[in-house]
């Protein structure tokens, strides 16, 4: 798959549980787990920009794209 998912890692830097997470944006932990293993088909902007305040980033800095 050649969209990666760093959720993990933003949520590490700013030391934000899922749970925290869950709670500021609104989603459900199981939709938020996941988009967080990367198996998520889709993902609303308006949920992106919900995360990127959240944690206080870019949609770049979750979503990155590589080359198969």
Known sequence: MPIIV???VMMAKRKM???E??????VTLSNLSIL???K????R???LEA???ALDCQPGDILEWRED
């Open 36 to 38: 967080k293993t990367g």
């Open 40 to 43: 998520a088909k889709a993902v």
């Open 45 to 47: 902007f308006s949920t």
């Open 17 to 19: 549980s899922l749970n």
């Open 51 to 53: 995360i990127c305040e």
């Open 21 to 26: 997470l869950s709670d500021k944006v609104g």
């Open 6 to 8: 760093n959720l993990d």
